[in-house]
């Protein structure tokens, strides 16, 4: 009895289904049978990637400068009060957390965070 009521149901609002599926974000936007580049469809934070212009937090580029100093410390900046650094040596590569505030001193070399403001982050 129950399986016939659902039946019936469904069958009603079939109809229904394809109009209420509709997408009509892109409407417009895309030719029919064209199949959409990711310019055109990305959304949140992979469209503030695509549309940032050169820029050191988008970059997958590592950042680079003279050897940090006690006097002349690598200046590494950052939205937050800390930040991840990998530092590539002989023997590969060190992570560490950079914390805002004093100077830190891995692998022979000073490091600095340097609070930028503004961002999302």
């Known amino acids: 009895m ?3 009521a659902v039946s019936r149901s469904v069958l009603r609002t079939a109809p229904l289904a394809p109009r209420a599926l509709a997408a009509r974000g892109l409407a417009g936007k895309i030719e029919d049978g064209a199949i959409p580049g990711n310019e055109s469809i990305a959304t949140g934070m992979e469209a503030k990637e695509m549309n940032a212009d ?5 970059s997958r580029e590592p950042i680079t400068g003279p050897r940090g100093t006690k006097e002349n410390p690598a200046i590494i ?10 530092l590539e040596i002989e ?3 060190i992570w560490f957390r950079l914390e805002e505030g004093p ?3 891995v692998a022979g070399q000073y ?3 340097a609070r930028m403001e503004g961002g999302e982050h």
């Open 2 to 4: 129950l399986a016939r």
């Open 111 to 113: 490091f600095k965070l």
């Open 77 to 86: 900046p950052s939205f937050n009060d800390h930040r991840v650094v990998g």
């Open 54 to 58: 050169a820029d050191i937090f988008w």
């Open 91 to 93: 023997q590969g590569v």
């Open 103 to 105: 100077l830190h001193f």
